[in-house]
C-alpha cells in the first residue's frame, strides 16, 4: 500500500480536532501495539485500534471517516486500561464518530429496524445504541 | 439499614427478575430499600467527548434526587448505570467548571448539585456495608455443587477509577458466590465484551461473542453463568437463539443474575425469581441440584 505522509495532512484541523474531543495527546502513542492484542472486536475491524491512534497522529481523515472499526468499537475499554501510555483510545475512536455524528451521519436507522429485528431488545440497548450512533 | 435506590429503565421491564431477586434478597437481609422519587434514565453510557456536558445532565439530575431525599448514598443494580452515574459524578467533581455549567443549565432545580453523592453498586453494598459473613450466616440453601462461572462484562470493572474491583482479575462474584454455597469456575472470557449495543444493528457479532464466552465457561464446566448487567444478560440468554443458528452443536445454557442466586440461597420464593423473563430455561438445572 502506498502511503503518502505530508505536513499539511499532519497540521489539519482534523487533528487538532480529534485531540481536543478526545482530551488525549495522540503523539504519546509509541505504537507497542498492546490496545489492539486484546481489543475483542478486532476480527471484524478494517483498521485496529493501534492504527486507528497512527492514522490519527498522521491525519488520515479520509481512512479514518470510512472505516468500519469505528462503528465495530464498542467502547468496552480494555485497550484503556491496558495502554502502557496511559492513551484512551476508546475516546479517540469516539471523537472520530463524533465528527461524523455531528455533521448528522447517523450510523443507526432504528426506525428502518423491523419489528423481528428490534424482537424484545430491551431499553438499556436501544438506548445506547442510539446514544451511540446517533446524533 | 437504609439504603436509596436507583433502578434505570430495563430493570422495570425486562429485567424485572434482577429486580425481584434483588429485592427480595436485601428484605431478607434486613435492609431497607427506598426507591428514589422521580428518577429519569442515567443515558446508559457516559459522554467520552471533552466538551459534551449535555448528556452528564441526565445521570446528574438523579444525584439531585438522592440529596433531595435526604441521602448522600445511592445504590444501583445495572452495571451500566453504575458506571454512568458514577463516572459522571467523578468527571464534575474533578472539574468544577464543568459543574457550575450544568448546574446552571439545571436552573430550575432547588437543590445546586456539590458532587458530593456516594454511588454504590449492589456488589459494593453486599460486600463492605452488609458484610459477606453476615450473608453466609443467612444462607438457608446452600447452592451445593451448583457450578457457576461469573461473568462480570465491562463496566463494573473498566475504567480502574472507578471499577468495584480488579480491573484485570475481579474475583468479588466468586468470592460471593463461594458464600453462598456455590462452585465459582474461573475462564477467561470473565471480563470479555459481550458486545453490548451492537445487538441492536449487528446481532451476528453477538451472537459470536456470545458463542465464544458460553464454550468458555461451559468447557470449563460451569453449569450457569452468572452476570451482573442486564444488556449482557439480554445478549448472553436471549441472543443464544442467534448463536446456535450459526454454530448448530451449540448447547444452551442458563444466563442467571448473581441476585437470583442470592435470593435461592436466602431462601425467596420462585416469584421473586421470575424465570418467565428467561430464553434458556434455568429451571432443569435447578431442579437437578435440588436447589427449587
Ligand atoms: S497500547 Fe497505547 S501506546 Fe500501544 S499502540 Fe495502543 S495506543 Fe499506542
Ligand atoms: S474500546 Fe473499542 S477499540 Fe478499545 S478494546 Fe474495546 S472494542 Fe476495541
Known sequence: MRINISKRKIRDRFVAKIEELSGQNLLACYQCGKCSAGCPAVSQMDILPNQIIRFAQLG???????SK????????????????????????????????????EDHVQVQKLSDSEKGDIPPIALISSLRKFTS | MKISYYPGCTLKNNAKNFEDSTLCSLNKLGIQVEELPRWNCCGTVFSLATDDLIHHLAPLRNLIRVKESNSDKVMTLCAMCYNTLKRANERVKSDPESLDKINEFMYREKVKYKGDVKILHLLELLRDEIKFETIAQQVVKPLKGLKVANYYG????????????????PTILETLTTV????????????ECCGAYQTVDKPDIVAERTYQILTSAQSQGADIVAVSCPLCAFNLDHRQQHTVKKYPEFKHIPILYFTQLLAI??????EALRFDLHYVDPKPVLKEKGLI
Open chain 2, 180 to 191: 453462598l454455597g456455590a462452585v465459582p469456575i474461573d475462564f477467561p472470557y470473565k471480563t
Open chain 1, 69 to 104: 472499526s469505528i462503528w465495530i468499537c464498542a467502547s468496552c475499554f480494555t485497550c484503556n486500561a491496558r495502554c502502557p501510555k496511559g492513551i484512551n483510545i476508546a475516546e479517540v475512536i469516539e471523537a472520530i464518530r463524533q465528527i461524523l455524528l455531528r455533521k448528522r
Open chain 2, 154 to 169: 465491562c463496566l463494573l470493572v473498566r475504567p480502574k477509577e472507578i471499577g468495584l474491583d480488579d480491573v484485570e482479575n
Open chain 2, 265 to 270: 440461597a436466602l431462601g425467596c420464593p420462585e
Open chain 1, 60 to 66: 488520515f481523515k479520509d481512512e479514518l471517516l470510512k
